[in-house]
Structures are given as C-alpha cells and as structure tokens.
C-alpha cells in the first residue's frame, strides 16, 4: 500500500492505520488457536480461514485510512476474488502446516501463506480506481506515506531482531530441554541408582534411587547429597578425585539401606557435575550371609556342620586348662540301622528321621553345648565344662530314652535309636583328631555290643582299631601275595549218601597274622570293598575247579552284598562261566537275606539276570535275616539253606526243633529242596533224616578242605548211594560204604 503512488497528495489516518494493526494481530493469533486447539472436524482449515480473513479485514482497514485528493472506485469482481483468494490461501497454509511432515511442509506452508498476502494486496490495489478532485484535501493529521513507510520498516526490524533473539533464547533452552531429558533419560536407563550433583545440590536422579530412598523424583532435585548419607564424613571422599568403591548406609524414608557408592566427574550443560552411582547392596548381603550360613551349617537340620564343629571343638580344647578340675565331654552318635530304613522308605522318611533325632536331642543341651552334624547319619556333642564323666553318661542316656520315647509316639511307626561313643579331653586326648578318633573307636564298640547303647574310649579299643587297619592292609595285597586259597566242603545228599556237590570257602593265611578267620576278614573286606576283588577271584577259581571235576557236581560259591549290588555282578559271572567253560546249571550262588534288604528291587533285578544266565540261586543262612517268608516267595531261589544256629543240638532243643520242621515243611510246601548247615552229629543227621530234610553239610559230613582231599570223589565211577560214615574230624579224608 506504501509502494502506491498515485502523484496526488495522500496520507494515512493514524486512528485506521492502528486498528488495521489491531485487526491483523488479532485475527491471525484466534485463527491459529482455533486451528490449534479446537476438535472440529477441518479445525485447521477454518483456522487457516479466518488468518486469511484477518488479511482482508486488515488491508480494508488499512485502505480505508487512506486519504487523497480525489475519489476512490473498487472494482467488484476484483475484491471478490482478492478477498477469496486471501481466505483460500490462508485455509490451505495453516491446514499444511498443521499436517505432518518435516521441513518440507514448513516450507509449503510458509508460500501459501505468502500467497495468501501478496495475492490478496495486489489483486485488492488492482480494483482501485482514483479519480483526481481539487476539492477534497488530505486532513493535516494524516500521516505521509514517507514518516509510515520509515515507522514501519523501523518496526519490521525490530520484530525481526526480537524473533531471532526469542530464536535463538528458544534454540537454546530447547537445547538445554534436550540435553536435560537426554540425560534424564540416560540416568534413568541405569538400573541402579544414579544421582548427578552440581557440588552437593543433586540436578537430577533416576528413578530407581528415588524408588531406594522413597521420596518421589521432583522433590530429590535441590537437595544435599549429604541429606541421605548416613555418615557425613563420606561426602568429601565422594565429591574427591579417588574414583574409590565406598559402602556406606544410605538413609530413606525407612530403615537405612547399604549401598555402594561410586563417584566420577563428568560434564554437563558446559558445567562440571558429579555423578554418583548407587548400587543396593541389600541382595548381596542378604546372600552374602545365607551362604556364610550354609558354610556352617547342615541345610537339612540346620545344625552347625562339621566346620563348625571343629572350630568349636578347637576353641573349646584351647580354652580349658588340662590342668583344672573341668573337662570337654565328645559324644559321637551314629543311628542304628539307617541305612536299611532309609532304603526300605525313602529317603523322605530319611530325611525325616535326621530332622526329629536332631530336634529331640536339641531339646536336651544347655546353652554352651553344641550338637552339630557331620555328615549323613553322623551327629557329634560337645559338652564343655563337664565335672565327671558321670555327667556325659546322664546326657547319653537321656538321649537313649528321648530317642525310644520319640518311636514310641511316633504315627510312622519308625524306630530311632542310636549308639553313642564318648571321649573326654583331657583324659582320651590333647587334641581334636585324638579326640574324635577315640569318640569314633567307643561308638563302634557300642555298636559291636548291640546298637541302642553308649561306650566310653578304652585304651584297649585303640588296640582293636589297629588291628582292624592292619588286617585291611594286608587283605589289600593278600591277592597279589597269593595268601588266599581256596578249600571245598561236600554237601550231600541225606537220604542216599550221595556227593551232590561243595562249597567253596575263602582261607586266608598271613605271614605276620597267621590264619585269620572268614569271621574276621570277610566284615573287613565288605566296609573296605576289597570283597570286590575277592569275591570275583573266588568266583573264578570254584568255576575252573568245578570245570575241571570228571562228575557234573555243583559248586556253591557265596556272594557278598557288595558284590550283589554292583552294576556288572551279572555280566562278571557270566564272564567267569565262559572263561571256565563250566556249565551253568552247575553253578550255585549263596545268597543272605541281608543282602536283600538293602533295594529288593534292585535285588530282584539282579537274580533274575543271574537265573536268566542258568545259574542256581540259594538262600544262605535262613531264618537269620529280615522277612524271611516273603522273601522266599518273591525271589527266584532254587534251595534253602537252613542256618547252622538252628541245627546245632536240634535233637535236644525243642524251639530249634520246631523251627527246623517249620523249615521242611515250607520246602516240600514250596518244592524247595533244603539243604541244612553245620552237621556236626550223628543225633542231629538222624534227626534230619527223619524229617526228609534233602541235603546236609557240616563237620560231621566232611570238614572243608583243598580239593585234592576229594579227588577220588570227582572221578566219573562216582557213588551210586550207600551208607554214610562220618569224617574224622580234623581229618581231610572221608569214608563212604557202597
């Protein structure tokens, strides 16, 4: 409007000339907060709409401050189109700048809107027509074009030089914003705490310290770092250049939490800050002390273990005087027959067992003793300050009847009993090792002498406990040495007097022991595992003997638990039958019923592989074992051997007797043959005789002896019956009347 000049005098009225400002500023800022704020449907568009029309409105005003010498005319068509084209364009902008996009749509934007402008004033000034009139004048308070056109450029600058100076204010608090959230977000992305201070004011922190202290995020900010530390001498070591680890208790809204703090410098906002990080430590605390608790403790009874145990013990033995009137009581308790009770019900029930006895004999302890558990069934006592030895055996036989007082009220039905061994400091030992060494010799005398009972340590069990190692030793190379042979007892047919068959027995002669007995050696090498090792050797000789043999005899060869339950027993007979080439039906294996109760399932597998091979199975010594009727009707024996205890004077004992003829009867009944051990007699072979007992052994018959004692008796002329004449005792050979 400026750049018109008509060449008359003109000027423009400063009451319009302000209200066209007026109008403009007031139309474009409610267009845009209608197109902005309103829900409408098109709410940009008609936003953009009245924009537009401000545009009109504005320069309309700002024509009708127009003055000058002459008349104005408008031309219709030419407004209506300025005026359409104004609001179009001015809709089109506002509706492209408000749609998504980037630069692109800004740039769009910003032409439609310059169209919107510059279409609507020049197409507005084009439909004006001045007419020149001498007679109308310009009023004296019209402003000249010249004074507006410097005002108004004067004005533009000053907008433009505000707007790039709010620009640039804006771009930077926007940069700041970002900064801020970017770091808000990175301390955020910490899963532990994470505090930035400027000096000790925390700027900012994370979600997951606000959540450690329990004070909510805007309130953590303007506050002293050395508000939530618990010690205030911690805070120049964090705000120090050490970059040290530092645990410490932080304060919250609660209880104090330990925590790890960790401080570095960094920068922020052009500024340095310190940032600390701050890890809970209550997890690993709480970690730190149940493992430091299963280190010395058993998890099952939570009883103190065995390190614990020996650290006390050590502390106890230290701290009493050998010299003053009080001693430390060692009561080691190991139960009776857990093992096959916890094979026979599970370990469940095992379990359970342990977690009774050691709450039963908690019960029973003061203060300053200690009962801990040292592994399996194993539990130990140590009682300081014993006056007498009398008092460890009050305690020990307090536990005796808490125990048996405990199955009694029992709904289970299981019985809990122990055998305790006892050793006091100082008089059984000075030292720990001493101490339990002599406590483990008195608890395996009290087992020795029928379980359910305490022993205390005897010089003379020290002896035994010596004797016992030597003899393991020497068994371990009693192998190698050639010190074991072999010796055979016939076993025969009662009726006929005809040699079914023998026994292979293990004899054992040692340079420095002498002849150790079965009695003495077998135990030994069953708990030491050397029966492996034998058994096996024993096995293959009494198959190569038998092999060798002219008559088909049988030959029986007994076999240890330990043996029957390792996971090769039957491949190893079946070894030993085709190295030898002897026949398996020729072949017997003694079986005790203790062997069976420890996994009868396992047991039963294990027979019937060996039945499936052709071998023979006998139940060695019955009657002496556990269930002795259902084991004879579950597992796959071919005989039964009755037990040399019930034989011995059976033609005077009425109960052995009876027992025995219980024996047959069960036999015939089954269509078991029973073969009867320990025939020493001519009254006990009678007495057999008459009751159709089917095979014997036993001194009477045949004492063992090497098999060449009984070469005459293997050869294939063999004996067809006869009489049967008793051996000499001590005497090798044998008499037999055809």
Not at 649 to 674: F, M
Not at 695 to 718: C, K, N, T, V, W
Request: some cysteine; proline content about 4%; charged content about 20%.
């Amino acid at each position: 409007m400026l750049a018109f000049s008509p060449n008359l005098p003109n000027g423009y009225n400063a009451t319009l000339t302000a209200a066209s400002l007026l109008i403009a500023i007031a139309m474009t800022g409610l267009g845009a907060l209608h197109a902005v704020t309103s829900e409408r449907p098109n709410a940009d568009l008609a936003g953009g709409a009245i924009i537009g029309a401000g545009i009109v409105f504005m320069h309309f005003t700002g024509m009708a401050a127009f003055e000058i010498e002459g008349h104005i005319a408008w031309n219709p068509a030419f407004v209506v189109v300025a005026i359409a084209l104004g609001i179009v364009f001015g809709a089109a902008a506002a509706s492209v700048a408000l749609s998504k996009g980037g630069m692109a749509n800004r740039i769009a934007a910003t032409v439609l809107l310059a169209l919107a402008i510059c279409s609507h004033h020049f197409i507005a000034m084009g439909a004006v027509s001045i007419t020149p009139d001498a007679s109308i004048t310009v009023s004296a308070g019209a402003i000249p074009s010249q004074l507006l056109a410097v005002a108004v450029a004067v004005g533009t600058i000053v907008i433009l030089v505000a707007s790039l100076l709010g620009i640039g204010i804006d771009m930077r608090g926007r940069r700041h914003a970002r900064e801020i959230e970017r770091m808000r977000k990175l301390v955020n992305a910490a899963v532990e705490g994470l505090v930035i201070c400027d000096g000790e004011t925390i700027v900012t922190a994370n979600d997951s310290f606000a959540a450690l202290v329990g004070i909510a995020h805007r309130s953590l900010v303007g506050k002293s770092i050395e508000t939530f530390l618990a010690d205030p001498n911690l805070l120049s070591r964090l705000m120090g250049d050490q970059h040290e680890s530092i645990e410490a208790n932080l304060v919250t809204s609660h209880a104090p939490v330990p925590v790890e703090l960790i401080a570095r410098t960094i920068d922020f906002g052009e500024k340095r800050h310190r940032a600390i990080a701050v890890r809970d430590l209550r997890s690993r605390k709480e970690a730190e002390a149940h493992i430091s608790y299963l280190a010395h403790h058993d998890a099952l009874t939570a009883l103190p273990n065995r390190r614990s145990f020996n650290a006390r013990l050590d502390q106890q033995i230290a701290a009493t005087d050998i010299n003053c009137e009080n001693f430390v009581a060692l009561l080691c308790l190991d139960l009776d027959r857990f093992k096959e009770t916890n094979d026979l019900f599970g370990h469940a029930a095992g379990d359970e067992i342990l977690q009774r006895v050691a709450k039963t004999i908690s019960q029973l302890l003061g203060q300053t003793d200690m009962l801990a558990r040292l592994g399996g069934d194993e539990f130990a006592i140590i009682v300081p300050g014993v006056v007498t030895p009398t008092a460890a055996s009050r305690l020990a036989d307090s536990i005796l009847d808490a125990l048996q007082a405990e199955s009694e009220n029992t709904q289970t039905g299981l019985m809990i009993s122990t055998s305790i061994g006892i050793a006091i400091f100082p008089l059984d030992g000075n030292d720990r090792e001493t101490l339990l060494n002599h406590a483990d010799q008195a608890l395996y005398r009290a087992k020795a002498e029928g379980r359910n009972t305490y022993r205390f340590f005897e010089a003379n069990m020290g002896l035994e406990a010596k004797e016992r190692r030597l003899i393991e030793q020497e068994l371990r190379l009693a192998l190698a040495r050639t010190e074991i042979r072999m010796v055979y007892q016939p076993q025969m047919q009662i009726d006929t007097g005809i040699i079914t068959g023998f026994e292979a027995l293990m004899r054992w002669q040692n340079p420095r022991l002498g002849d150790v007995p079965p009695t003495t050696f077998i135990p030994i090498a069953e708990e030491s595992g050397v029966i492996l090792q034998l058994g096996e050797w024993a096995l293959f000789v009494a198959c190569q003997e038998a092999a060798s043999w002219e008559r088909p005899l049988t030959v029986a060869v007994n076999v240890s638990a330990v043996q029957l339950y390792s996971h090769d027993f039957p491949q190893r007979v079946h070894n030993a039958l085709l190295q030898t080439g002897l026949q398996p039906h020729r072949l017997e294996l003694e079986i005790t019923e203790t062997s069976l109760i420890k996994d009868t399932n396992r047991a039963l597998v294990t027979l019937r592989q060996l039945k499936s091979l052709g071998v023979r199975i006998a139940m060695d010594d019955f009657g002496t074992g556990y269930s002795s009727l259902s084991n004879v009707r579950a597992f796959p024996f071919d005989m039964i051997k009755i037990d040399r205890s019930f034989i011995k004077s059976v033609d005077k004992n009425e109960q052995a007797a009876a027992i025995v003829k219980a024996v047959l009867g069960l036999g015939r009944g089954l269509g078991l043959p029973v073969l009867a051990e320990g025939i020493e007699t001519p009254d006990e072979l009678k007495f057999l005789a008459a009751e159709l007992c089917t095979a014997g052994q036993g001194f009477y018959l045949g004492e063992p002896a090497p098999m060449e004692s009984f070469r005459h008796l293997i050869r294939d002329r063999g004996q067809i019956g006869g009489e049967v004449v008793p051996f000499k005792r001590g005497s090798a050979g044998h008499r037999l009347r055809s």
